[in-house]
């Protein structure tokens, strides 16, 4: 494109064409007014609230009766259960009128709208939830159109998610210029946006457009009525009728208003744009918003627009043989139903539209990638609070209904009284997921505000968690302890700084209980770390056994003087490490108990130069000798540089092949202006863009640990990076992946100014051509993507948001780094993998925001790495489950035929054990220290307590289950629950078969296993309680179900002790009621997908 628009003599000419078209059809414009309403970006939440959307809202319900033929519509729930609170109950009724009527449609029904690239599945869905159901519940609607116009960029996911959710269509907005252009030349701005995975020829064609969105893409740049119009934005200006006094503005300059004299001239003006705009669609209808950020804020504003435009549509519709066209008020539901009515054959679509540009600001390309990395603390701080609470939803759940069953009165208004708590977690949750929250996008006092909301309610989850336990273990619950007896592990001083570990005690004549808390549906391998005040220390297991530990030192890294750069072991501090083998969603006590044969053998051995002079008691600390560092375990060697004390190559022993993975940190130079919050780009003015940001701190350090169960090396660089990289010899499936933690600190600016930092892969992997290199990059945690670099766009335009994980590979091996947050990553040259890690650019990037990005903290960033070999003997994915009815079919032909569009291009899907890995960052088991107050009053805990009744398969992720809302009691919990469940793809190539038999319950050497890799559904794998929770081995398995209550509908129950009246499949959201499932064994979920069932408990 060489102009800011491309509408260029092309485009004139077909429209021209068409305009003399006998056979086309009349012009349809739909006008819609809206207002877009951010929660939070230059002011708070609140702030905007007060100042500017409380009024709007009562403005529509003041104003619409008043206008009868006015449209409006709304996204943001979270600020209409805001402005409800507080409307009088005659205002209420207004809107619901209004919104029952179809005059003012909720759109989306989001908490927030969400952001796309950044927000993890799980808040994603979350968000959606908690807006669906306070529409529902407040004003008796569904939502039936998407209206995602101010995301930086459209993923795949969110599509999905509408169509799950029983939606008709939706609206896009921002997308690359390029993609603008190329919709516009081919007519193809509405299209079905169908899952990647999906193929016609798989299921039918239907079957693929079950799972499809209906999305119409805004022709031009940006929502505004400047840029909405039409394609000539300059005349455009001229129909925007806001005038305020006192407000100085381009349109309040060239905007008249509609008079008898210039009515004729102004309706021909605004019809050529209309239809032009329409001529971009091969139905000639078009939606024309009429509207932009925080707009009908003024009675004046909304007099003005409406009357001058009820003037054109009035004359236009007076003059329908003049014009050939038919123009009303209207929402996006009356745009999906004139196009459908006149059009089918709608074009499909698989991919995504990142990296978003834009070229309308400066007349050149800005890629918008920076806001992938943007602020990572508080990315971070986000998914800890979404972790936290899936968590508390599903305990609170299950002990909650329990406690209503089991007539616990007590118990049931614990939960009762805190469960408003858990709705304001959901709340905080959801609005970070808007799309100037999460990216790191609004003002440095806007995201205090988010990040102080998201620390209150980790706070409160924790502590709900924490009494919801104690009822769970107790043997004798209703003997209540006069004192909570249970607190987290972890606390922190405010939201700014990162969580401590609170130190066991043990002492000669006292050991201390603590729960190890499994949250997920799937056996878990879990490396447990608790601090204790001596190395004298046992664990014993829920039997009382002893088990296998190791004892490493505290290092004063975070907390060291770098003046002094004395980096040494804690005399007062001890981790004890062990690995923990957790059944499905279940509470295991653990003891941490004093050791009177001492500590020899458990202890970590330490190599390090500077220590050299410390005299530490219970470690050994020896010198670390010249040459390259190497850490073993029976899987593999690692080779560290000897200089850098990063890594260089690892060596898998079963290949007997050394692979070159070699680890390097630096940073891209951002370019002044035009590098900030949303922005990414390189300073073209340094001739090498990379800059070693290392170089400065010279005195840097290397540790190395080593031990029974683990083996680490660790560099610092000052005060500015921590690198860790870690091997386990626990003798499991962790042995063969390598974790990595970054502790990142930029210090105070103006250091390190206008630093894009990275970590990069460099391998032998042959990952594409030197000019074009491949990788993959998930999408919100629920699918991944490809992506090919393309040289002539740059670094910036080459960078794809990741949330949860990226990788290379070529037909022999490939490379999955797992992450923990979003954060941007790229493939620039064949072999390579890197992740932005933080960045810092003193500068605003004039998207709005206004200031640069300077407030960064010290960060801990967490990832796993694994080296994979692919079999290309294997079929690529897994194939759905036989459906209920149809016989089990052997493992071996229960795989997928190549799921792609053409067989060159399959879909890739990552690992069993990358899923598994992946689980276990995003939701770690979560630990309770018991505290006894009375050491008399002796507590009677069950040690294993399994909650589950049913063996989830290996695939299917439980990734809610979420209580609903009593319908007129709008703080009280109900007796029913959403059951959201995702069947995590993996594709049986990679790593192995017995990988897949690990985690899969199956045998390696044997095809008539009776697990299957595949299985879908619960009921294949179905175990009882025998009482309190007793163990049994293995993640899979057995598919016998053993005798139970006789009075408990055995075919619904999948929870121990916990009786469930109905189970009935539901829309994503559970607006839209399916059939009732005769039993769980029902439950059926293709790959990739994610279903939810409404669970009805029994009172």
């Known amino acids: 494109m060489k102009t800011k628009e491309y509408w260029d003599k092309d485009f004139e000419t077909r429209y021209e ?11 349809k414009i739909v006008v819609v007014p809206h207002s877009h309403n951010d929660p939070g970006w230059l002011k708070t939440f609140v702030n905007y609230f007060q100042s500017d959307s409380r009024q709007i809202l009562n403005l529509a319900v003041t104003k619409m009766p008043e206008y009868g033929n006015m449209s409006f519509i709304w996204s943001e729930i979270s600020f209409l259960q805001l402005w409800w609170d507080q409307a009088h109950p005659t205002k209420q009724r207004i809107l619901k009128k209004l ?16 952001d796309e690239a950044n927000a993890h599945l799980y808040a994603m869905v979350d968000q959606l939830i908690e807006g669906h159901q306070w529409v529902k519940a407040n004003l008796n609607i569904t939502p039936k159109t998407g209206w995602s116009i101010d995301p930086f960029g459209h993923g795949s996911t969110v599509p999905y998610l509408l169509a799950a959710s029983g939606f008709k269509g939706t609206i896009i907005q921002r997308i690359h210029y390029a993609w603008k252009q190329w919709f516009a030349r081919h007519r193809y701005g509405d299209f079905l946006w169908t899952p990647y995975w999906k193929n016609p020829s798989d299921g039918g064609a239907s079957q693929a457009r079950a799972h499809s969105m209906l999305t119409h893409n805004m022709p031009f740049d940006i929502y505004s009525i400047k840029h909405s119009c039409g394609p000539h934005p300059f005349i455009c200006l001229n129909f925007d009728f806001r005038k305020i006094p006192g407000e100085y503005t381009e349109y309040s300059i060239k905007a008249q208003f509609i008079t008898p004299e210039n009515i004729e001239a102004k309706a021909d003006l605004l019809m050529e744009q209309y239809s032009r705009t329409a001529s971009l669609f091969p139905h000639n209808v078009a939606l024309i918003p009429v509207g932009d950020d925080f707009r009908y804020n003024k009675e004046k504003e909304m007099e003005q627009q409406y009357t001058n435009y009820k003037k054109l549509i009035d004359y236009i519709n007076e003059h329908r043989s003049k014009y050939n066209a038919e123009i009303s008020f209207g929402t996006p539901v009356d745009y999906f139903n004139a196009i459908r009515e006149r059009y089918d054959r709608f074009p499909t679509l698989k991919g995504d539209f990142f990296v978003y540009a834009d070229i309308f600001n400066e007349g050149r390309p800005a890629y918008w990638s920076g806001y992938f990395t943007t602020r990572p603390y508080y990315k971070i701080l986000s998914r800890e609070l979404e972790h936290n609470l899936r968590s508390l939803e599903i305990l609170f759940t299950i002990a909650f209904n329990r406690a209503r069953q089991t007539g616990s009165s007590n118990a049931f208004k614990i939960y009762e009284k805190n469960y408003e708590k858990m709705i304001l977690a959901r709340r905080n949750l959801g609005l970070f997921q808007h799309h100037d929250a999460i990216t790191g996008t609004s003002k440095a006092n806007v995201m205090r505000d988010y990040a102080l909301r998201l620390f209150e309610s980790i706070q409160d989850t924790v502590k709900l968690q924490e009494k919801t336990i104690e009822l769970l273990v107790q043997r004798k619950p209703h003997e209540q302890q006069q004192h909570g007896f249970l607190i987290g592990e972890l606390e922190r001083d405010n939201f700014g700084k990162l969580p401590r570990k609170t130190p066991i005690i043990v002492t000669e004549g006292r050991s201390t209980d603590f729960i190890v808390y499994n949250a997920l549906a799937q056996e878990r391998l879990e490396v447990v770390t608790i601090r204790t005040l001596t190395p004298r220390v046992k664990i014993l297991d829920a039997a009382g056994k002893a088990i296998d530990i190791q004892i490493n030192p505290v290092w004063n890294i975070t907390e060291t003087s770098y003046t002094s750069r004395k980096i040494v072991p804690s005399d007062k501090e001890y981790e004890v490490m062990f690995v923990a083998r957790l059944a499905p969603l279940s509470l295991t006590t653990y003891t941490a108990a004093y050791d009177e044969d001492g500590y020899q053998g458990k202890m970590a051995t330490l190599y390090c130069t500077e220590c050299q002079d410390e005299k530490t008691k219970a470690f050994e600390v020896r010198t670390k000798q010249p040459g390259d560092i190497q850490l073993e375990n029976y899987k593999m060697r690692l080779l560290f540089d000897e200089q850098s004390g990063f890594l260089k190559s690892v060596t898998k022993k079963h290949m007997g092949k050394q692979i070159q993975c070699a680890i390097k940190f630096a940073a891209y130079k951002s370019a002044q202006f035009h590098s900030g919050a949303y922005l990414f780009k390189t300073d073209p003015e340094q001739r090498n863009s990379e800059k070693d940001v290392l170089e400065q701190y010279s005195d840097m350090t290397i540790l190395i640990t080593s031990g029974p169960l683990a083996s680490d090396v660790t560099a610092i660089y000052g005060p500015f990076l921590a690198h860790t990289v870690r091997i386990y010899n626990s003798n499991s499936v962790l042995d063969s992946a390598i974790y990595i933690e970054n502790d990142i600190d930029f210090e105070a600016p103006p250091k390190n100014r206008e630093t894009e930092l990275f970590m990069r892969f460099v391998t032998d992997i042959e990952n594409g051509a030197s000019e074009n290199p491949e990788f993959y990059s998930d999408l919100n945690g629920f699918q991944y993507q490809k992506r090919v670099k393309v040289s002539a766009i740059g670094v910036e335009g080459n960078y794809f948001p990741i949330t949860s994980g990226a990788f290379i590979q070529d037909d022999r091996m490939r490379l999955t780094l797992l992450t923990t947050h979003a954060q941007g990553a790229a493939s620039l040259e064949p072999g390579q993998l890197e992740v932005m890690l933080d960045r810092r650019t003193l500068y605003d ?7 640069g990005v300077i407030d960064s903290r010290l960060t801990r960033h967490r990832f796993w790495l694994t080296l994979e070999t692919i079999d290309a003997q294997q ?90 809302t009593e319908n007129n009691l709008p703080l009280f919990p109900s007796s029913s629950a959403l059951l959201v469940l995702q069947r995590q793809g993996y594709s049986c190539r990679i790593g192995g078969e017995e990988m897949i038999g690990y985690f899969c319950g199956n045998s390696s050497s044997s095809s008539s296993s009776s697990g299957s890799s595949s299985t879908s559904n619960p009921a294949n794998n179905a175990v009882i309680d025998g009482g309190g929770g007793g163990e049994r081995d293995g993640g899979g398995g057995g598919n016998e179900i053993n005798q139970h209550h006789p009075t408990e509908p055995r075919e619904l129950q999948l929870f121990r002790r916990l009786r469930i009246d109905a189970i009935q499949a539901t829309s994503l959201t559970g607006l839209h009621p399916g059939e009732r499932l005769a039993s769980f064994t029902d439950i059926y979920l293709e790959p990739m997908a994610l279903k939810t069932y409404n669970l009805t408990f029994a009172k």
Not at 99 to 114: A, C, K, N, P
Not at 845 to 851: A, I, L, T, V, W
């Open 99 to 114: 919104v029952q009527s179809g005059r003012l449609e909720i759109t989306t029904g989001g908490w927030v709208m969400t």
């Open 875 to 964: 079929p690529p994915n897994v194939e759905p489950a036989a459906p209920n009815g149809q016989e089990e079919q052997e493992p071996q032909q229960q795989q997928q035929k190549e799921s792609s569009t053409t067989t060159s291009d399959p879909y890739h899907l990552p690992s069993i054990f990358a899923n598994a890995l992946a689980n276990g960052l995003n939701y770690p088991a979560n630990l309770f220290i018991v505290e006894r107050y009375d050491e008399s009053n002796q507590l009677e805990l069950n040690r294993a307590v399994r909650l589950l009744r049913v063996q989830f398969p290996c695939d299917l992720h439980v990734l809610n289950l979420r209580t609903l």
């Open 845 to 851: 990037d004039y998207r709005g925001m206004g200031e």
């Open 17 to 27: 064409k068409l305009q003399k078209d006998p056979k086309r059809p009349p012009l």
